[in-house]
């Protein structure tokens, strides 16, 4: 096979005086040289004792979940001298004290003459947890509305406290709650009357499943194997099948062009970029949930982006390398298969943070070749990221960096166990109840096994992604620099598409449309789509649970704030793929025949059927 590796050496600077070599400055100067090796000696101790440190932060990682024990710690002192310090704010908490109790009390003085009586206190809209009616019925009434009014009582003493910092009162909330979820009387066998019902009804056969069950994903967690289910969705078989051929490769991307299935094509291709802390087939599911072979269905030239699963000898590559190695290495290869045509840029998540990189670079340089650009919920202000905030301060990052420097990449395991973190309710506890109490194995789902298939990430490409975008903003502020010199969005002039979620914890919707400030010179659409991070992105025409709002802000127009956005913008039933198909169509300018699968007079002949190598990488 035909393969084509770029290098990542960078070409001296033409006129530029050769380096001295240091043997030769210690022998020009002999006086200095004692003094200069005492230097170098003392350098040379500073980084092994700070590499010692490093060590037992790499050691301790796996322990705390990747979690810095020291952020902890300030933040719980942080907030209990506070307190301590604050005699109104303990007279406010023990006065609600008496009257939780007074309404609890009063609570079950009305079950006592009324079993029906209605609760004292209602879950909130996304706690599902006590909703079956076994629920409603005494004792397990009684005992799921103390544990709400302890749940409140504790938002309270964990917040609004004079004198803490936003960040830590955050991080007490967050692990607050973390702990009150997993003490919830829904987790335990015990308290919880559906494991009872389901225990007497099935003679315990549920909590003989339920072994098994944990037993099966603690052998796999051991082993390294993705979770039961996951073997029948197989990329290439099941999954990411949309015919294609790898096009292009270097050391950091294959770039996969897609067959046509319709006799004319846009002129205009359209360049997918997927985050690469995941496989790029999120967008290539199976065929009827493709984003992928939606498009090319409807007369597009779709292109992707496949990134590699970066190893210990990738620990140097950063974000420049992505942007070098993958946007514009992409951009190349593209413009010589399809010819003097404009590129529609689409980035998903981390891949729409490289695409904003990229494009604003491109507007800097005077580089015209995007016709449109579409983020798919991605963040381009970093001041309000949601509970991710809980893993972006400073003592957090150096902890990341050091359980990083020991192998040269982050695991995939320890992002997600991030990411399960921000939904513990759900993807923990109450998986724990439904898998192992009750004995129901969830079933696999295409979606979950792509969750399950994440990817490396390089030492330096994620720590400069944590310090330069999450910690310091410096995208959004204009304080990015490529090649030297500051970027701005405002200086993208291109169409842009944006698309949030309205359940994102990852990409908060709020903080999405923040972009709207960086974009008054270009035509912006933005679309609020129903569901979480992922699910509202793939959004399946003839889904029926699935709505979007729609509006479009054009040049130099002023825009409402985001919550009145939401309030006057029409909602639309279905999903908001064909809209975007639709805008796409409308900046592209018409149909011709399909180019040919690479481009093997310009040295681009096609290399390998899709899905390609990069993506099979373990």
């Keep these: 096979m035909n393969d084509r590796v770029e290098t990542l050496e960078r070409p001296a600077v033409a006129g530029a005086t050769p380096a001295v070599p240091l043997e030769r400055q210690i022998t020009a100067i002999a006086p200095a040289a004692p003094r200069r090796r005492e230097s170098d000696r003392a350098l040379l101790e500073s980084e092994s004792l700070e590499n010692i ?72 809209p996304q706690d599902r947890r006590f909703r079956a009616e076994a629920w409603q019925r005494l004792p397990y009434k009684a005992i799921y509305q103390a544990f709400l009014l302890h749940q409140q009582w504790w938002y309270n003493a964990t917040t609004g406290v004079r004198g803490v910092s936003r960040h830590h009162e955050s991080l007490v909330e967050f692990f607050a709650r973390q702990y009150l979820d997993m003490l919830a009387p829904a987790n335990s066998p015990w308290l919880n009357p559906e494991i009872q019902s389901a225990t007497v009804t099935e003679g315990g056969a549920n909590l003989l499943r339920g072994t098994w069950n944990f037993w099966q994903d603690m052998g796999r967690k051991l082993r390294d194997e993705p979770p039961v289910g996951a073997e029948n969705y197989r990329v290439g078989h099941e999954l990411a099948i949309t015919p294609g051929k790898v096009v292009f490769r270097n050391r950091l991307i294959e770039l996969i062009q897609y067959s046509p299935t319709t006799d004319k094509v846009q002129r205009e291709p359209v360049l997918m970029i997927s985050a690469w802390m995941m496989k790029y087939y999120i967008m290539d599911l199976q065929p009827d949930d493709s984003m992928v ?50 590129i529609h840029a689409v980035g998903y998540c981390l891949g729409g943070i490289l695409l904003t990189i990229a494009a604003a670079t491109m507007a800097r340089d005077g580089d015209e070749r995007l016709a449109s650009l579409s983020l798919l919920t991605t963040l381009t202000d970093f001041t309000e990221v949601g509970e991710m905030a809980v893993f972006m301060d400073t003592s957090q990052i150096a902890y990341m960096e050091d359980m990083m420097w020991q192998r040269g990449y982050l695991e995939p395991k320890m992002s997600l166990g991030s990411f399960q973190l921000l939904r513990s309710r759900d993807l923990i506890w109450s998986k724990m109840v439904r898998e192992y109490y009750l004995g ?66 990852v990409a908060p919707w709020q903080s999405v449309y923040k972009i709207h400030l960086q974009s008054d010179a270009c035509e912006l659409t933005f679309v609020l789509a129903s569901g979480g ?27 409402p704030d985001a919550d009145n956005w939401e309030a006057t913008t029409p909602r639309e039933k279905g999903s908001w793929w064909p809209a975007w198909q639709k805008w796409l169509e409308e900046r592209s300018s018409g149909r011709v025949a399909p180019p040919t699968m690479g481009a093997a007079d310009r040295g681009l002949p096609p290399l390998a059927d899709a899905p390609g190598s990069f993506v099979l990488m373990q």
């Design 53 to 124: 440190d490093r060590l037992v932060n790499a050691t301790l990682a796996p322990l705390t979940f990747g979690l810095s024990p020291v952020t902890l710690q300030l933040a719980y002192l942080d907030w209990l001298v506070h307190l301590a310090a604050s005699p109104g704010k303990q007279y406010l908490l023990g006065e609600k004290v008496l009257r939780k109790t007074m309404r609890y009390l009063e609570f079950l003085a009305r079950c006592a003459r009324d079993p029906e009586a209605e609760p004292c206190i209602d879950p909130l």
């Design 293 to 342: 072979k939606y498009l090319v269905d409807r007369g597009h030239t779709v292109f992707m982006i496949s990134w590699k699963n970066p190893g210990s000898e990738d620990r140097d590559l950063g974000m420049e390398d992505y942007r070098r190695l993958g946007v514009m290495a992409a951009l190349d290869a593209i413009g010589e298969i399809v010819p003097e045509q404009k």
């Design 440 to 505: 129901n194995r969830e079933p696999m789902n295409d979606l979950m096994a792509w969750n399950a298939d994440g990817t490396r990430m390089p030492h330096r490409q994620h720590s400069e992604l944590l310090r330069r975008l999450y910690h310091d903003n410096q995208l959004f502020q204009g304080r990015y620099m490529v090649e030297g010199r500051p970027i701005s969005i405002s200086s993208i002039h291109v169409p842009m598409f944006v698309v949030a979620a309205s359940r994102d914890h």
């Design 533 to 559: 991070h992922n699910v509202g992105i793939i959004a399946v025409p003839g889904e029926p649970k699935a709505s979007y709002q729609m509006a479009t802000c054009y040049p130099r127009e002023s825009f």
